[in-house]
């Protein structure tokens, strides 16, 4: 188990992050789908956790029928889930009766993170990122692969921006999605460590990568209202940090 579990974080001033709770459990990586977060425990499955009071978390119940899964990525419509790192490799979940989860398909590959845009995937795999089309979700289809410089190790997309980290380097790369199917890097900047799975919020409209940084336990925030040119924010100790997910002003932590 990790040292905290989740940890749900206020980020309304994200120079100045704060904790507001931690549940103590098992958790590689965490999604939110509403008032429910979702927990990748590697072979324990999903932990599904209710966050309507963010400083009192629960559980609400455990998908055991899902494989090992490490990472997760969760649709705008909160009813497909893209789970990375299964025993499969990565695959199309059917979530939108999410006691019942039901695997559509799955693409054989060595998976490390995924994100969700519309009816692409973009899949963290190999060091690269694979751009597939789910829009028939028991059917993917690989459009095209984005070659990032030393190993990417996660992603995370708002818009047509996607924030893209590289596990050798500590750099974050600002990739641009104009092209849904043909991304490009447009900017970056480096923070140390080894930097992992991210997210994308917006605060008082700015939009915001937040990193989760386990080499240095910490969540990192850099802006990123300008992709051309991202900037270093502020940071918090999680004793850990697995992965991240956030709503607004409030960011989960996979500690």
């Known amino acids: 188990a990790n040292?905290?579990?989740?940890?749900?974080?206020?980020?309304?001033?994200?120079?100045?992050?704060?904790?507001?709770?931690?549940?103590?459990v098992t958790a590689r990586a965490v999604g939110v789908a509403g008032n429910s977060a979702l927990l990748a425990q590697d072979s324990l499955g999903i932990e599904v956790i209710n966050i309507s009071n963010p400083i009192a978390p629960t559980t609400i119940t455990t998908l055991k029928n899902q494989s090992a899964s490490t990472h997760l990525a969760i649709s705008a419509d909160s009813k497909t889930a893209v789970v990375a790192g299964t025993s499969r490799g990565t695959d199309i979940v059917d979530i939108s009766n999410s006691e019942y989860p039901k695997i559509l398909s799955s693409i054989p590959d060595t998976s490390v993170d995924a994100a969700i845009s519309g009816n692409i995937a973009y899949i963290v795999a190999g060091g690269d990122v694979k751009v597939v089309d789910i829009s028939q979700p028991a059917n993917p289809v690989l459009v095209t692969t984005l070659v990032t410089p030393n190993i990417a190790s996660g992603i995370a997309i708002s818009g047509s921006t996607a924030v893209v980290s590289d596990t050798l380097s500590g750099n974050v790369r600002i990739v641009s999605l104009s092209n849904p199917t043909l991304p490009v890097i447009v900017g970056s900047v480096s923070l140390g460590g080894?930097?992992?799975?991210?997210?994308?919020?917006?605060?008082?409209?700015?939009?915001?990568?937040?990193?989760?940084?386990?080499?240095?336990?910490?969540?990192?925030?850099?802006?990123?209202?300008?992709?051309?040119?991202?900037?270093?924010?502020g940071s918090i100790s999680t004793v850990s940090a697995m992965d991240v997910t956030a709503v607004g002003s409030i960011a989960y932590v996979a500690a």
């Open 194 to 233: 080894l930097s992992g799975k991210v997210a994308i919020t917006e605060v008082g409209g700015k939009k915001y990568g937040l990193i989760a940084n386990a080499s240095l336990g910490q969540l990192q925030i850099v802006d990123i209202s300008t992709p051309s040119n991202p900037q270093a924010k």
């Open 3 to 24: 040292a905290q579990g989740l940890a749900i974080i206020d980020i309304s001033n994200p120079n100045t992050p704060r904790i507001l709770s931690n549940k103590g």
